[in-house]
């Protein structure tokens, strides 16, 4: 057969031919013991699974589709987008090892990073987020074994040139391991361009819904696999069977969903730029934008989250810009089917070089509905920050 494209192929496996009547996507199992009928083969797992742990098919059937996606020698699942990690972290690092990581990191990581991992006696370095290449390379130290990946970085979208990171790194002996969250396993390739592994949180676009949690794991290689693996079989770590099969419904329509959600994302964030109360809109496809260059030399498409940097403003400025929006919902996570906005300033008190911002920091998702409606529904919210803006120069009675 000729090469396809992950839109099809994401969906052919359900359809392949020779298995007999079925339904589309295996059914769902729900099990912790597995039966034999021989003896000799209880421990075969060659023969399926020999317990619940090991995964039934849904679960089976996701980790080949993101090892085809991400071009992996193996995927692995665990039950969140922390937890993918986490886990090649815990499997990769030894007590004296080090870590190199932007200050950009997703907060949960970095607490890992700083507690967890602290107390185990591995040494984090945190290298500005919007560092060079050649300045990453000059934090590395003798201790550093594995250099994270974020890219487009958490916040403030800091790109980076990850294949020059990662070939650098592998001549030095150095893991690089990219939270490739924001590309989905679709708009980038970090094995490809020579990551030895490649996380993401599958509660965003491969699940879609906003319904459940799970993180992938794909490895460049056996012996990375072998280590993540073990970690995963020693730690007990196990994904429920009901959000397997959720995840794996979800991902049919990956392409199509975050294509969408892209060409919208786009849409907003040209309308944004024009606005008289934004400074900059941090989404590296807008032309003009901070790592544009790199977006498109690197990457084949975008994920529909981006910063939106307000000129001045205040907390309660910022609250007042998201009360009076009815269609964004405000809560954490994205790649859902709806659009979401957060208040992200208080965030960056947590970095060691935080950025010169000249005004609050919001962070839009650019869900699945018409564009022309939420950036009506953002009009008022612009029109309430207008009023809050006018009302704090007014001078007092």
Known sequence: MPPISDRTRLISSATRRGQG???????????STMLSDDPAKMQDASDGPVYGLDGTSPAREL?????????????????????????????????????????????????????????????????????????????????????LIEAPGSLTFDMADVPALAAACRDRGVLTIMDNTWAAGLAFRPLAHGVDVSVQA??????????????????????VARAI?????????????????????????????????????????????????????????????????????????????MGVVMKGGDTAAAHTFMRALNLFGMGYSWGGFESLITHETPQLAHRLHAPALPGELLRLHIGLEDPADLMADLEMGFEAWRAQQDSNLQPPA
């Open 21 to 31: 009547r079925r339904p589309v996507n295996p059914p769902l199992e729900r099990a």
């Open 202 to 223: 599958l509660t965003k676009y491969v699940g879609g819904h906003s319904d459940l949690l799970m993180g992938g794991i794909a490895a460049g290689s056996t012996p």
């Open 229 to 305: 693996a073990h970690t995963i079989e020693d730690m007990g770590w196990h994904v429920s069977p009901d959000d397997a099969w959720l995840a794996l419904r979800g991902i049919r329509t990956l392409p199509l969903r975050y294509e969408a959600q892209s060409r919208s994302a786009l849409t907003v964030a040209k309308w944004l730029e024009a606005r008289p109360e934004v400074a900059d809109v941090l989404y590296p496809p807008l032309p003009g934008s901070v790592g544009h260059d790199l977006w498109c030399r690197d990457f084949t498409g975008a994920a529909s989250l």
């Open 63 to 147: 980790q080949a589709l993101l090892a085809g996606l991400e071009g992996a020698a193996e995927a692995f699942l665990v039950p969140s987008g922390l937890a993918a990690v986490t886990v090649p972290l815990t499997a990769l690092l030894r007590p004296g090892d080090g870590v190199l990581t932007t200050d950009a990191v997703y907060g949960p990581t970095r607490r890992f990073l700083t507690r967890h991992m602290a107390a185990r006696g591995v040494e984090t370095v945190f290298h500005p987020a919007d560092a060079s290449t050649e300045a990453i390379l000059n934090a590395l130290t003798p201790r550093t074994r594995v250099l």
